[in-house]
């Protein structure tokens, strides 16, 4: 299917119009950052990369518990 010609520049068209959408571009900028796992809106920029290994490696709730802990210690430094 995605070697019929049709079907690719079909495809590309619903990207471009796809990535003039701000928060789709955002949201796959994050998604992109996570190297795969999708980041949550409330992960600072900073904390993506954390947030994604330890997603990676023990899941999603362990990783959200990591980034709050991460957060709750800067603010309290």
Same mark, same amino acid.
């Given at each position: !299917?995605? /070697? #019929? $010609? +049709? =079907? *690719? @520049?079909?495809?590309?068209?619903?990207? %471009?119009? !796809?990535? /003039? #959408? $701000? +928060? =789709? *571009? @955002?949201?796959?900028?994050?998604?992109? %950052?996570?190297?795969?796992?999708?980041?949550?809106?409330?992960?600072?920029?900073?904390?993506?990369?954390?947030?994604?290994?330890?997603?990676?490696?023990?899941?999603?709730?362990?990783?959200?518990?990591?980034?709050?802990?991460?957060?709750?210690?800067?603010?309290?430094?």
């Amino acid at each position: !299917l995605h /070697q #019929d $010609p +049709e =079907f *690719a @520049a079909a495809r590309d068209e619903r990207m %471009r119009r !796809l990535n /003039q #959408d $701000p +928060e =789709f *571009a @955002a949201m796959m900028a994050r998604y992109r %950052r996570g190297h795969g796992i999708p980041i949550p809106d409330w992960v600072p920029d900073d904390l993506c990369a954390d947030y994604a290994d330890t997603a990676r490696e023990q899941g999603e709730e362990a990783a959200a518990a990591h980034v709050r802990r991460l957060k709750r210690e800067a603010a309290h430094a």
